[in-house]
Structure formats: C-alpha cells, structure tokens
C-alpha cells in the first residue's frame, strides 16, 4: 500500500525566505506521480507542482520546486521569496495508476505561516 | 468553464437521515473522484469512477454509495448518516494523461 508522510505540523517563515516543506513516500510501485496541493483557509484545493517517478529533473513550477531524491523517496517542496499569501495547509500526495484512473494518497499536510 | 462544482457547500443532517452530494465537471474528463477530509488529516478516496459505467472503492468506502449518471456527472450518496460521516467532501476530476486531478470547492457536511 502506498503511504505518504509529512512529519512537520506546522511551519513558519519570514516573508521573501525560502522554505522547504518535507515529505517521503513509500510505494513498491515502480511508476507513481508526487503531487503537492496547496489548500488555503477558504478550503480550495489548489495544485502546485507535480514530479513523475521517471522525470530526470526536479519539477520547478515559478516560485516553487520540488527537491525529487528518489532513492530515499523524498519529494520535499521548496518555496522560494515567501509571500503572506503563501500562508496554507500544504498536502503531497501520491498517484496510484489503475489503468485510466488515478488515485491519490495524500499526507497530513503542513501548515505554514509567513510572518512579516 | 466552470471546472468541478459541487452541490451543496454546506449540510446539517441528523443521524439516519439520507442525502446526495451531487458533482459536475465540464472538462470531458473521464475519471472523477470522491475523497473526504477530516480535521488534521489529508484527503481520503472514499470512490471513483475510471469512466462512465464504472465506479470503484477507494480506501474508506463504507456507509457511501455512487452513482457515475453520465460522464459529467458522479453523485455520492449517505443512505444512513452518522455522526461519524462528518466532514468536508471533495469531488474531483481528471483526464486520461493528465498529471492533476482538478478539485471542487467541497461540501462541507455536519451530522448531528
């Protein structure tokens, strides 16, 4: 089964620092999909970034960057120049392929705060 | 294009009572999902649909039941609520190849 775990409750990060959220992942499959969602406090889920486990380089979607080290099945994200609008619940979640749908196993997530 | 909508935002139920959490989507995506979120958790796949006519359990299935009514369209139904079964609901979409499953807005559902 596959798994997903964040270990950092909750963050805090001055405005224009870089932070790195952590997560690890454990699968025996050999293709899967490494996603991050950004949830703010109105609820929506918004997607962030996505790695695939094939991609030879890390995914970079503007200010954020997905640190892919696939040998200690990490896919931490990076969030460079802070904004007090990235203050969120952050989720990573793994796809599961079956066939033409695509599951998602999602970790607890992490809540950052940007502070001034 | 309105993406993923769900109906309704918000719900009070008292224990046993029925409903339907309805979800559109408008993207000709083929799959479509339903996961829950409970306070200090991630998103948990109650069911999901691969296409039109076919509907699967995800990891917590029970006291839920689905219907895939048309591509668009994929209902999540409480035959019995419980206490239990409150949460946030998320329905969400994707097309074959894609890397991203498109969420709605959530129902955010109290049973009593």
Known sequence: ?116 | NAGVTQTPKFQVLKTGQSMTLQCAQDMNHNSMYWYRQDPGMGLRLIYYSASEGTTDKGEVPNGYNVSRLNKREFSLRLESAAPSQTSVYFCASSGTGDNEQFFGPGTRLTVL
Request: proline share 3%.
């Open chain 1, 1 to 116: 089964a596959q798994k997903i775990t964040q270990t950092q409750p909750g963050m805090f990060v001055q405005e224009k620092e870089a932070v790195t959220l952590d997560c690890t992942y454990d699968t025996s499959d050999p293709s899967y999909g490494l996603f991050w969602y950004k949830q703010p406090s109105s609820g929506e889920m918004i997607f962030l970034i996505y790695q695939g486990s094939y991609d030879q380089q890390n995914a970079t979607e503007g200010r954020y960057s997905l640190n892919f080290q696939k040998a200690r099945k990490s896919a931490n994200l990076v969030i460079s120049a802070s904004q007090l609008g990235d203050s969120a619940m952050y989720f990573c979640a793994m796809r599961e392929d079956t066939g033409t749908a695509s599951k998602l196993t999602f970790g607890t997530g992490t809540r950052l705060q940007v502070t001034l």
